[in-house]
């Protein structure tokens, strides 16, 4: 049998970053950036002031106290966006706005709220022409150097970022209103099996709702992918074959990436596995996990790489979450692709089969457990930390269900907060265990 990384390493040779696309802005977030984005100015441009109030050398108002003001001519008005450069000369003052161009000739900003007018509290008027200082500032107070932010030329995203609000901003701040993106990838999700319905639909004795073909699409529209959703197909190898076949032409449309559910095991009617025998791209083969064990792998003709999950829910929620969401994200052009895994430790006790890796859904073994939130936001979310750790910081988990990985247990999968990773070598696992998790 193959080993659990051995597999995984196997699928994600199969991924490489897609071709990438010039975008609008909005429309790159989510994606991952194919250029590194330099600023061809300065960040800030240009000095510029960091408050309302009035531009001054600082030298003129240095001897001001509240009961001795020092008076300045008013020589402009500059809101921000005003292209004005009046020389602000000894004695002068301009009244400024926040993020107005900072006059030559002042080297300090005085907040209004530091100074009076002829017309205190009423509008600025011109023709008072004057404003008085009532507290001293330092040289270069509430003035925003040009290139505080960033130099011209300087590197402000990295090719490789996930794009996010902040990628957005930062990009329409130098200037960019499209950026160069790797396209997202597109995957169609094939279940099969003779006793799967469409959900919804009635029920005789012997058939059941497909889920696992709407699992697999919402795991893979949530692993950033655009998604065609197909099936159940019918237990019928050689028109499963020409619908993969098709897929893989581009015959739906082009795709980028085909995950099947279901008919890769022992079983007379295994669809998948004879739909693809003689693919000489597709190997099935046993994977030293549980669940998830019997897994198909390869690429069709046309070059489209195929993952073939177990039928059984658990095995395929499993399998899409270690072997094809770190292939999808590596499509994506991202270069870290795995769940980071965290030191957790055991509050339950379960044995593991033997010579097998073991994924077991597991909850937080804390009163917050029930609440939906994730171990990750355990500091922030109001719960006390202490309840759920350890002495050591780690957090307590224990299996999501009493009846644990059983590879059936569909309905219950969703109170599953993450997956422990139990080596195969382990046999037991006890209360006080040291566990891997990782919070899906
Ligand atoms: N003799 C053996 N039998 C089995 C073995 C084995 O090694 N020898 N392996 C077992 C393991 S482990 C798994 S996992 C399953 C995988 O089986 P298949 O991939 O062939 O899946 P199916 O037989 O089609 O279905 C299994 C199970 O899951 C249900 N199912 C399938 N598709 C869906 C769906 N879209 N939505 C909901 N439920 C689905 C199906 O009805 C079956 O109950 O094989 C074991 N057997
Ligand atoms: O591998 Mo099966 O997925 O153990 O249930």
């Given at each position: 049998m193959r080993g659990l990384d051995e597999h995984r390493a196997a699928t994600l040779a199969l991924a490489t970053p897609l071709p990438t696309v010039e975008v609008h802005l909005l429309d790159a977030l989510g994606l991952v950036l194919a250029e590194d984005v330099a600023t061809p100015?300065?960040?800030?441009?240009w000095d510029n002031?960091?408050?309302?109030?009035y531009a001054v050398r600082a030298a003129d108002v240095a001897a001001a106290r509240p009961d001795a003001p020092v008076r300045l001519r008013v020589v402009a008005d500059l809101a921000a966006g005003s292209d004005d450069e009046p020389e602000v000369t000894p004695g002068a003052a301009a009244r400024i706005m926040t993020g107005a161009p900072v006059p030559p000739g002042a080297d300090a900003v005085v907040p209004v709220e530091l100074t009076a007018t002829a017309v205190t509290g009423g509008a600025w008027e011109p023709d008072e022409g004057a404003v008085l200082v009532r507290e001293p500032v330092a040289t270069g107070a509430h003035v925003r150097c040009a290139g505080d932010d960033a130099a011209a030329g300087d590197t402000v995203l990295r090719a490789g970022a996930l794009v996010g609000p902040a990628h957005v901003a930062a990009a329409a701040s130098v200037g960019r209103s499209t950026l160069v993106v790797h396209r997202r990838p597109r995957v169609a999700v094939v279940s099969t099996g003779d006793e799967l319905v469409p959900p919804g639909e009635p029920l005789r004795r012997g058939q059941i709702p497909d889920s696992n073909s709407w699992l697999l699409a919402a795991a893979a529209r949530e692993a950033g992918a655009d998604v065609l959703r197909l099936g159940p197909e019918r237990d019928d190898p050689a028109a499963l074959h020409r619908l993969l076949r098709a897929l893989d032409a581009g015959e739906?449309?082009?795709?980028d990436a085909i995950v099947t559910s279901g008919g890769v095991s022992a079983g007379a009617y295994d669809v998948v596995k004879a739909a693809l025998a003689d693919e000489p791209g597709v190997a099935f083969v046993p994977v030293a996990v549980q669940p998830g064990k019997p897994q198909g792998l390869g690429r069709l003709p046309g070059g489209t790489p195929v993952w073939t999950l177990p039928g059984n829910p658990v095995s395929s929620a499993t399998s899409f979450e270690v072997f094809v969401r770190p292939a999808l994200l590596r499509m994506r052009g991202l270069v870290d692709v795995e769940r980071p895994r965290v030191p957790a430790v055991a509050a339950d006790s379960w044995s593991t089969p033997v010579g097998r890796a073991q994924l077991m859904p597991v909850v937080r073994?804390?009163?917050?457990?029930?609440?939906?939130?994730?171990?990750?936001?355990l500091a922030s979310d109001g719960a006390d930390p202490a309840a759920a750790r350890s002495g050591d910081g780690r957090v307590a988990v224990r299996r999501a269900t009493p009846r644990g990985s059983g590879s059936h247990l569909v309905a219950r999968?969703?109170?599953?907060?993450g997956l422990a990773v139990i080596p195969a070598g382990v046999e037991q696992v006890r209360p006080g265990d040291s566990l891997e998790v990782f919070w899906t």
């Open positions: 100015e300065a960040l800030p441009r002031s960091a408050m309302d109030g739906h449309g082009a795709v073994a804390d009163p917050g457990a029930d609440s939906g939130t994730r171990p990750g936001a999968l969703a109170v599953a907060q």
